[in-house]
């Protein structure tokens, strides 16, 4: 049996084409899966909506809408270039904002966006002015010294979707600190070593279990090296129709972190997806996955709740992603 069909029928997936000629997706009015889900007293993610709209075209501007108090849309025009100044580059956004580039040129350079409030230890729970209902579309980002995207400190309900994502000295769109109710999508990501982390670290548990649900789906890791995700202690994590191509490694879960891993296509990957890494033991389910010309399987081990009994989604044909994920994913498509 040839490799590649050995390792499909090892994850439980049959090798297919991918659909030639299958168009783009449409790109969504609104988000999906667990940034719709209720909790902390929010019913779902809608950012800046029903506020004014402000667009920006130099730095100063842009520091200073994103801080302002929600509701807000933030619209991006051309490039703008952060400068590290003394928060090394990591400007924090507020509750209840929109931040959405204008066609397909907005970029943000050389510095990235924390979304949280500041690191605190001993809290571990969750504060009534955690960060909050954050959107963010449509923008290039590269270049921070630090993480591209930081969402940390209990902030939930945040959407981030359809950008494109490269060289940070860091994270891509680093999630931890008890942070919750998150969707990541339609995502590019390349260029870039450490991309998704889940979970600050081992002995963080105190802030971190039973948090971090996050959903990541058509999401392009195009080359990127490692972390797509790498999660900790979450009970939930959804990763479904993404497309992995020449990665190192996909998906990791430790901590007892559990992974419903869904429709994704890997190719090249040598290591699609871990539960034996680094610390404890995770969890992973896997179902419909392709694999062509990767050196494992997708390691499976326990059981995940299946992600339908709290949101409602439709998966892709695993065979299709590899046309509608790279046709869809990242910027000038919202």
């Known amino acids: 049996m040839h490799r590649r069909t050995l390792l499909a029928a090892a994850a439980g997936a049959v090798v297919a084409p991918a659909f030639a000629g299958s168009p783009a997706a449409a790109a969504p009015a609104g988000p999906d899966g667990f940034a719709t889900v209720p909790g902390y007293g929010l019913a779902t993610t809608t950012g800046g909506a ?132 998150v969707t990541v999508s339609w995502n590019r990501f390349h260029d870039h070593d450490k991309t998704l982390l889940l979970g600050h670290d081992d002995d963080n ?62 190719f090249s990957v040598n290591n699609p997806g871990r539960v034996d890494f680094s610390g404890p033991l995770g969890r992973m389910v896997q179902r419909d996955n392709i694999l062509v010309d990767c050196n494992h399987a997708i390691e499976v081990r326990g059981s995940v709740t299946d992600p339908r009994t709290l949101y409602a989604y439709t998966a892709d044909p695993a065979s299709a992603v590899p046309t509608i994920v790279p046709a869809g994913a990242g910027v000038g498509k919202v």
């Open 205 to 266: 548990g105190a802030q971190d279990a039973g948090r971090l649900r996050t959903t990541y789906h058509h999401n392009y890791f195009d080359g990127s090296d490692q972390r797509h995700p790498r999660v900790r202690f979450a009970p939930l994590v959804h990763v479904y129709n993404n497309y992995f191509r020449d990665n190192s490694y996909g998906i990791a879960s430790t901590n007892d972190a559990g992974l419903f891993v869904e429709g994704n296509y890997f």
């Open 50 to 181: 029903g506020g004014p709209a402000v667009t920006v075209t130099t730095a100063a501007a842009f520091i200073e809408a994103i801080a302002r108090p929600g509701p807000l849309i933030v619209q991006v025009s051309g490039t703008i270039a952060l400068p590290r100044g003394s928060s090394d580059g990591m400007y924090p956004v507020s509750s209840d904002t929109t931040i959405i580039g204008l066609g397909s040129t907005a970029a943000l350079t050389g510095g990235g966006l924390n979304i949280g409030l500041p690191v605190d230890d001993d809290l571990t729970t969750p504060p009534s002015n955690a960060v909050h209902n954050v959107i963010i579309r449509n923008l290039r980002m590269s270049g921070a010294s630090d993480d591209l995207i930081n969402v940390q400190m209990f902030s939930h309900h945040i959407w981030i979707d359809h950008n494109d994502f490269s060289d940070g000295d860091d994270g891509a769109v680093d999630i931890k600190r008890g942070s919750d109710l």
